[in-house]
């Protein structure tokens, strides 16, 4: 077995331990501000396992907006907040049938997949040291900026509508009380 597969399957399983116990952190967790850096390192780890399927761009966009964007300003939100902070975010409440439900249904999706995935078709012994130099970020940027340019273009003047009228909903609703 060669340094670099060894090196390949233990960052994976680095990532995939840290994804996991860092989303049970983030789920038994009683302080909310615990949860969200817990979903840091969640966060985190999703991005580590894209990068391990080759999905370069989605690791990319997930750091951005997902830990760049949206967590720090969750962050942002529960710091300026001071009773957020002392707020014991447990309802006390335990529904476990509908839990229950809910997870076996997920659990036998999860099968189901994981059985119908063709997981490495070419094998451990042929690990290519070279896939790592491949990347889906120059041909996502050309199929935007070639094919899918009309496309591309309307959801960001959609994007940018919709930006705007909840500007324009928020601005009113501030006005009238």
Do not use: C
């Amino acid at each position: 077995m060669k340094i670099m597969e060894i090196l390949y399957i233990a960052g994976f399983y680095l990532f995939a331990s840290m994804t996991v116990i860092s989303a049970f952190v983030v789920v038994l967790s009683k302080n909310i501000l615990r949860a969200v850096f817990a979903l840091l390192f969640t966060l985190f780890g999703i991005a580590g396992l894209f990068l391990f399927l080759h999905a370069d761009f989605l690791a990319a966009t997930q750091v951005l907006i997902y830990v760049g964007g949206v967590l720090v300003l969750l962050l942002f939100g529960i710091m300026l907040t001071q009773k957020v902070v002392e707020a014991d975010i447990r309802t006390g409440k335990i529904q476990f049938t509908p839990t229950l439900v809910a997870m076996g249904v997920l659990f036998v999706f999860l099968l189901f997949l994981i059985f119908q995935t063709p997981w490495n078709p070419k094998g451990t012994a042929d690990f290519d040291q070279n896939q790592f130099g491949e990347g889906t970020t120059a041909g996502i940027g050309t199929l935007l900026m070639t094919e899918w340019l009309l496309p591309f273009e309307v959801a960001s003047v959609l994007l940018l509508a919709a930006l705007i009228g909840s500007v324009s909903i928020a601005r009113t609703r501030r006005t009238t009380e």
